[in-house]
C-alpha cells in the first residue's frame, strides 16, 4: 500500500499550487480521501476530505481554505488532487493524504507547502 503526494513548493502569496496523492495497492476508489496539514510548531489539522463509493463524490473543506482550495478525485488514474488558489503565508505546512475506509487508514509522507515573498 502506498499514498505518494507530489506538487508542494515555494510559492508567493497570491499564488497557486496544486497538489496530487497518488494511491496503490488498495481499492483507491472506496476510500475517503483527505488532506491534512502541519505548520511549522502547530498540530496536524483537517484541511478537506472528498468521500468514496459508488455516489458522486462530495468535498468538504475546513473553513480556513473554503472558496479557495478544492479537492477532487479521477479514480481511473487512483490519485487525488487540491487545487490551492490565492494561497497565504498561513497556509504554509507539510500536507499529508491521508486515505480511510472502514478500519484501514494510510497516511503519505508528506509535501511541503511554503507561501512566502
Known amino acids: 500500500v502506498q499514498l505518494v503526494e507530489s506538487g508542494g513548493g515555494l510559492v508567493q502569496p497570491g499564488g497557486s499550487l496544486k497538489l496530487s496523492c497518488a494511491g496503490s495497492g488498495f481499492t483507491f476508489s472506496r476510500y475517503v480521501i483527505s488532506w491534512y496539514r502541519q505548520p511549522p510548531g502547530k498540530e496536524r489539522e483537517l484541511v478537506a476530505s472528498?468521500?468514496?463509493?459508488?455516489?458522486?463524490?462530495?468535498?468538504d473543506y475546513a473553513d480556513s481554505v473554503k472558496g479557495r482550495f478544492t479537492l477532487y478525485r479521477d479514480n481511473d488514474v487512483k490519485k487525488a488532487y487540491l487545487q490551492m488558489n490565492r494561497l497565504k503565508p498561513s497556509d504554509t505546512a507539510v500536507y499529508y493524504c491521508?486515505?480511510?475506509?472502514?478500519?484501514?487508514?494510510?497516511w503519505g509522507q508528506g509535501t511541503q507547502v511554503t507561501v512566502s515573498s
Open positions: 491521508n486515505a480511510k475506509w472502514m478500519a484501514n487508514n494510510y
Open positions: 472528498i468521500s468514496g463509493g459508488l455516489s458522486e463524490p462530495e468535498a
